[in-house]
């Protein structure tokens, strides 16, 4: 079956520690998207992709870092200057061109100790 | 900038009942507009999607409509039942990338048995 797996789906980092979220497709979608959702809020923009090789920061990147080697994959790295990092945290992707569908993973939350 | 409103932001109906989901934004000029589903810690799954020359969808009990002038979409479950229960986004894209697409912060639904 075709789809987005983010792992993992659960996850504690201690203060001062890196962790990287995985997000991986198989609907060889072209662009790739990484949104945190807080209580309350609407889902917010921290990185995209829309080719290879290629990523744009989103409305929140600071203490985030990406990166987009292969078209399935668009890993999250959560660093230590992140302030207040634990949150739910949502991979999506969709295909360039068509009706800008977008498809979402089960999400990662991450909790800080 | 686009903000997009869900009123209200909480909505319990007994079973059977038909229902409207609503959803408002500012700004006119939309690529097409998205509405998923979010079960409770999972991820977002898409419903329905308009594109910017519809006036509505339809998928099962689910019909959406859209009325750019207006800055309106609803959501429209019909015989609503347990399984309904779950928060409803929607979300508008500007652009043709979907890095201009704004979230709003949900309804959540509860369908009383």
């Known amino acids: 079956d075709g789809g987005i797996t983010q792992s993992p789906k659960y996850l504690f980092r201690k203060e001062g520690q890196n962790v990287t979220l995985s997000c991986e497709q198989n609907?060889?979608?072209?662009?790739m998207y990484w949104y945190r959702q807080d209580p309350g809020q609407g889902l917010r923009l921290i990185y995209y992709?829309?080719?290879?090789?290629?990523?744009q920061k989103g409305d929140i990147a600071e203490g985030y870092s990406v990166s987009r080697e292969k078209k399935e994959s668009f890993p999250l790295t959560v660093t230590s200057a992140q302030k207040n990092p634990t949150a739910f945290y949502l991979c999506?992707?969709?295909?360039?061109?068509?009706?800008?569908?977008?498809?979402f993973g089960e999400g990662s939350r991450l909790t800080v100790l | 900038k686009q903000e997009v409103t869900q009123i209200p932001a909480a909505l319990s109906v007994p079973e059977g009942e038909n229902l409207v989901l609503n959803c408002s934004f500012t700004?006119?000029?939309?690529?097409?507009l998205q509405w998923f589903r979010q079960d409770p810690g999972k991820g977002l799954t898409s419903l329905l999607l308009?594109?910017?020359?519809?006036r509505e969808q339809t998928s099962g009990r689910l019909n959406a409509s859209l009325d750019k002038s207006s800055g309106r979409s609803t959501l429209y479950i019909a015989a609503s039942q347990p399984g309904d229960s779950a928060t409803y986004l929607c979300?508008?894209?500007?652009?043709?990338?979907?890095?201009?697409?704004?979230f709003g912060t949900g309804t959540r639904l509860t369908i009383i048995p």
């Open positions: 992709s829309q080719i290879v090789n290629d990523f």
């Open positions: 609907l060889n979608h072209d662009a």
């Open positions: 999506a992707s969709t295909q360039r061109g068509n009706t800008g569908e977008l498809f």
């Open positions: 308009i594109q910017s020359s519809q």
């Open positions: 979300a508008v894209i500007r652009g043709f990338g979907n890095e201009k697409l704004t």
């Open positions: 700004d006119s000029a939309i690529y097409n």
